[in-house]
C-alpha cells in the first residue's frame, strides 16, 4: 500500500484549483447542475452511486460534493487513461481516480472511506444509453457492450460496504476485548492519526448513498463540439460522433443537470439477526482490512466459509436494493411522460389521435403524477406556467418533444392529428436509439417508476371520461400551485430584506367559491395593483352568500413577494384575469368581470378580446391618470434600473421604492419600480383596447379618490366603443372604495351583476344593501 500512496495520493491543491474551474465553468456553460440532497445526507454517505448516460458526468458529482462539503472523493476510472507520464493520466490520479485494475482495489477504497473520504461509484459498469434498466420479467438489467447481452448491475459498492462493515467489527472486538496495540497497529497501516482515529471509524455506520442523474431536455439537433471534431479529426466513427452530438448538446444548450442523492442505504441493516451473531464470531479472528475481502466460501473453517456465503448473497440483495432506490430518484419531466403516453397509445393500437385528446391525455397524467408524494418531479411539472398551456395548445416543453419526434420521424403533425410511425417499436442499436428514437429512451428511464406508470394508465383510461367541472377544477388546482411555486421562488436568502419589511398578514391566495345551486351568473374578481384577492375575498363571500360563483384571481407577481412582482409585466397579470375567466366560463353559463383599480384596467382590456359567455364588467376606481405626478418619471427610472442591471451586478439605482398604502395587512410596503413602469404601459394599452368592448359596462368611481384623477374617469367613458355604459360616483376620499365599501359600493355592483344574471326579470335575489 506504500507505493500506492506514493502513486495515487490526492493533491489537495489540484483539488482546489479544478474546484474553482469547475466553478468558473458552471457559468459559462448552458447545463444547469442542481445537487437535491437532505441535510446530513452527503456528511453521513461513504460510498455514492450514480447511474451513467454521459461520459462527462463522471467528473460533476465529486466536484458538487467537494463544493457543499470540502470532502475529497475517490473514483474508478478504466486502465486506459492511466498512462506512465501522461499529463492527463498525472492530473486524474491528483484528483482522487483510481485504475479499474489497480491491485487490492476494494481495500484500498475502504482504507479511504476509513480516513474519512468519499467513493465515487457507477454500478452500471458503463453508459446505459438506451436508459433499459428493466428485463421483460421486472427486474434491473443493463446491456453489457462487451458481452452483447444483458446482465445485472455491479455489486462491487455491497462488498466493498459489506467487507468494510466486517472490518468495523473487528475494530470494536479488539477494543472490546483490550487489544489497543492491535488497533494502533491497524491504524498506522491505515495511515491514520491514532488508534482513537480508527475507533471512531468503526463506530460510525457505513452507509451507501444511490443517487439519479436526470437530463432534461435531450437534444438530437447538430451542434459546434461536433461539428468541430469532425473537421479536426476528419471523420468520426458513428459512435463518437453520437456521443459528441447528444453530450455536446446537453453542455452547449439550456439543459437542466438534477443529481438527487436518494435514501441512504445503512449497510448493517443487510444482516439477519443471526448473521449478525456469526459476524460475531468470525470478526475478531481478523488480522486485517485485507482480510475482511479475502473471505472465500470454500476455503477455511466452517464459519468463514458461511460468513463469505452470506456476504455474497447480501452483496446481490444490496445491489437490488440500491439499485431500486437509485431508479426511483430519476427527475420526471414532460418529456417522460409524453413517451410514456406515446408507446401506451401505439401499445393499444392507436396509430393517430386528436391533437387536443392528446393535450387533454397528458395534462391528466401530470395532475395525476402530481398526487404521488414519491415521485420526484422537475420543477417544470410543479409550476404551472410550464405545462398549463397544454390545455391550450400553448406548451414549450411539448413543443421542444415534438419537435424531437419529429425531426428523428417518429410522430407527424397532420391537420390537428398526432400520427405515430412504425419507427417506434423497430428495434435500434445501442449506439443510435439516443438518435433513432428518443422516446423509447425516456420512456425506459420512467419505466421502473410505478407512479408514472399509474398516472398515464389513468390518462389513458379516464382522460376522455372527465366532466368539463373536473377540469376546470384541475386548472384552478393549478393557480393554488402557482401562488406556493411563486412564493417559494422568492422566499430565498437574497430577498429576505425586502421581505422582512413586509406588513401584508392576508393569504395571497386565490379563491373558488361555488354555492350549492349557483346563479347562471360567475363572477370574476380582480385585485389592484401591490394587493393580493385578500382585497376582495370578503365581498366575494358575500356574493357566493347571494348565490353567485365566485373566483378571485390572483394577477401574477402579487401575494407573494415585492420581488415577485419586479419580474412580471403586465402582460403576465392580463394572462391571469384570462386564466380566471376561462375558468369560470366552463362554471356558469355567464360570467361578468369585477375589478378594482389595476384589476378594472385589466377586465376592460379583456372585454375589449370579446370573450364567449361574458356578460358585463364593473370597473372600479380605473387608473387613466394619477395624481401622483411622480409617475411621469418612472419610465426614466426604469430604464435607468434596467441599464444598471445590465453592465453590473447590482439590481438598479432604485428597484423599490417605499409605499404607504390603505390596506398595510393586504398590499406590498416596497413598491418595485419595474411595477410601476408595467401600471404606465397598461393604461396605454387601456386607452387603444377600450374602443372594442362591447359589453355592458358599469363604472364606478370615487369623487375625490387620492390614487386615480376622479375626472380621468370620463376619458373611459369617451373611448369606451358602442356599448351600454352606466356611471356611478361614489362620495369618497379613499381610493378602495370596494375594499371598505365606501358609499355602499358593492350593492351599486350587485345590481349590475343582478340585471345581467337575469336579462330579462326584474332585480334579483340579491336587490339588497350590503352595507
Not at 198 to 220: E, G, K, S
Not at 674 to 681: C, D, M
Amino acid at each position: 500500500m506504500s507505493d500506492q500512496k506514493t502513486e495515487y495520493e490526492i493533491s489537495p491543491a489540484t483539488y482546489e484549483w479544478t474546484a474553482r474551474l469547475f466553478t468558473l465553468l458552471r457559468k459559462v456553460l448552458a447545463v444547469n447542475f442542481k445537487l437535491h440532497h437532505g441535510e446530513a445526507q452527503i456528511a453521513d454517505g461513504d460510498i455514492f452511486l450514480f447511474n451513467h448516460f454521459a461520459r462527462f458526468e463522471t467528473f460533476i458529482p465529486q466536484y458538487l460534493i467537494y463544493l457543499e462539503s470540502g470532502a475529497y472523493c475517490r473514483s474508478i476510472a478504466g486502465r486506459e487513461f492511466f498512462v506512465d507520464g501522461d499529463p492527463f493520466s498525472n492530473y486524474l490520479t491528483r484528483v482522487g481516480a483510481v485504475p479499474d485494475d489497480l491491485p487490492d482495489l476494494l481495500p484500498f477504497l475502504a482504507k479511504e472511506i476509513l480516513r474519512g473520504r468519499k467513493v465515487m461509484v457507477f454500478p452500471e459498469g458503463g453508459m446505459v444509453k438506451d436508459k433499459r434498466v428493466l428485463d421483460p420479467r421486472g427486474s434491473y438489467s443493463v446491456y453489457s457492450r462487451t458481452a452483447e447481452v444483458r446482465r445485472k448491475q455491479h455489486t462491487g459498492a455491497a462488498v466493498l460496504g459489506l467487507a468494510l462493515e466486517a472490518f468495523k467489527r473487528a475494530v470494536l472486538a479488539a477494543y472490546e476485548a483490550g487489544h489497543s496495540r492491535r488497533i494502533d497497529s491497524w491504524a498506522e497501516s491505515l495511515e491514520l492519526e491514532s488508534g482513537q482515529k480508527l475507533l471512531d471509524a468503526a463506530r460510525r455506520p457505513t452507509h451507501i448513498v444511490p443517487a439519479n442523474i436526470t437530463f432534461y431536455p435531450i437534444r438530437v439537433s447538430d451542434n459546434l463540439l461536433r461539428q468541430g471534431a469532425e473537421l479536426l479529426s476528419r471523420g468520426l466513427s458513428r459512435r463518437l460522433s453520437e456521443e459528441l452530438l447528444i453530450e455536446g448538446n446537453i453542455l452547449l444548450r439550456d439543459t437542466d443537470m438534477d443529481i438527487r442523492l436518494c435514501k441512504p442505504v445503512r449497510v448493517s441493516n443487510c444482516w439477519h439477526w443471526w448473521e449478525r451473531r456469526l459476524l460475531e464470531r468470525v470478526a475478531p479472528r481478523l488480522g486485517s482490512l485485507g482480510e475482511a475481502f479475502a473471505l472465500r466460501p470454500d476455503a477455511g473453517r466452517w464459519d468463514r466459509r458461511l460468513l463469505a456465503r452470506r456476504l455474497r448473497r447480501n452483496a446481490m440483495r444490496l445491489r437490488d436494493d440500491y439499485m431500486h432506490r437509485m431508479y426511483m430518484g430519476v427527475t420526471v419531466n414532460l418529456s417522460h411522460l409524453a413517451s410514456s403516453l406515446v408507446l401506451g397509445l401505439v401499445d393499444r393500437k392507436y396509430d393517430v389521435i386528436e391533437e387536443s385528446r392528446f393535450h387533454r391525455m397528458l395534462y391528466v397524467a401530470v395532475k395525476r403524477l402530481q398526487s404521488e408524494a414519491e415521485v420526484h418531479l422537475h420543477r417544470s411539472l410543479r409550476n404551472p406556467q410550464n405545462y398549463g398551456g397544454l390545455l391550450d395548445d400553448e406548451c414549450t416543453g411539448l413543443e421542444q418533444f415534438l419537435g424531437n419526434a419529429s425531426r428523428t420521424d417518429l410522430i407527424y403533425r397532420d391537420g390537428g392529428e398526432y400520427r405515430f410511425q412504425p419507427k417506434l417499436r423497430a428495434e435500434h442499436a445501442f449506439d443510435e436509439i439516443r438518435l433513432e428514437n428518443l422516446v423509447e429512451v425516456y420512456a425506459n428511464e420512467a419505466a421502473p417508476i410505478r407512479g408514472v406508470g399509474y398516472a398515464i394508465r389513468e390518462a389513458l383510461d379516464g382522460a376522455d371520461l372527465l366532466t368539463g367541472e373536473t377540469l376546470v377544477r384541475l386548472r384552478f388546482d393549478d393557480e393554488l400551485i402557482a401562488y406556493e411555486w411563486d412564493r417559494q421562488q422568492f422566499s430565498k436568502p437574497r430577498h429576505r430584506e425586502i421581505n422582512d419589511a413586509e406588513t401584508a398578514t392576508e393569504s395571497g391566495e386565490p379563491f373558488l367559491l361555488m354555492p350549492p345551486n349557483p346563479r347562471p351568473l360567475g363572477v370574476v374578481l380582480v385585485h389592484g395593483f401591490l394587493a393580493s384577492p385578500a382585497e376582495m375575498r370578503e365581498f366575494g363571500e358575500q356574493l357566493f352568500e347571494l348565490g353567485f360563483p365566485v373566483l378571485g384571481v390572483r394577477l401574477k407577481g402579487h401575494g407573494t413577494s415585492p420581488w415577485d412582482l419586479r419580474e412580471r409585466g403586465w402582460q403576465d397579470w392580463q394572462d391571469s384575469v384570462r386564466r380566471g375567466f376561462s375558468i369560470m366560463a366552463e362554471l356558469a353559463p355567464r360570467t361578468a368581470l369585477v375589478g378594482f383599480s389595476t384589476g378594472g384596467a385589466l377586465s376592460l382590456i379583456l372585454a375589449a378580446e370579446r370573450p364567449a359567455r361574458l356578460a358585463g364588467v364593473v370597473a372600479a376606481s380605473v387608473p387613466m391618470k394619477f395624481q401622483d405626478r411622480g409617475m411621469r418619471f418612472v419610465p426614466l427610472v426604469h430604464g435607468a434600473n434596467r441599464l444598471v442591471r445590465w453592465v453590473s451586478s447590482f439590481e438598479g439605482i432604485k428597484p423599490f421604492q417605499s409605499n404607504e398604502s390603505e390596506h398595510p395587512h393586504i398590499n406590498y410596503r416596497q413598491m418595485p419600480v419595474r411595477g410601476l413602469y408595467e401600471l404606465t404601459v397598461l393604461v396605454d394599452a387601456l386607452k387603444a383596447s377600450l374602443p372594442q368592448v362591447a359589453c355592458p359596462v358599469k363604472l364606478v368611481q370615487g369623487s375625490d379618490d387620492p390614487v386615480v384623477v376622479a375626472d380621468s374617469v370620463n376619458s373611459i367613458l369617451e373611448h369606451l366603443g358602442d356599448t351600454v355604459v352606466e356611471l356611478k360616483m361614489i362620495d369618497s376620499q379613499r381610493h378602495g372604495i370596494i375594499n371598505e365599501n365606501i358609499g355602499d359600493t358593492r350593492t351599486t355592483i350587485v345590481a349590475s351583476l343582478d340585471a345581467w344574471a337575469d336579462p330579462g326579470g326584474g332585480p334579483g335575489n340579491s336587490n339588497q344593501s350590503l352595507s
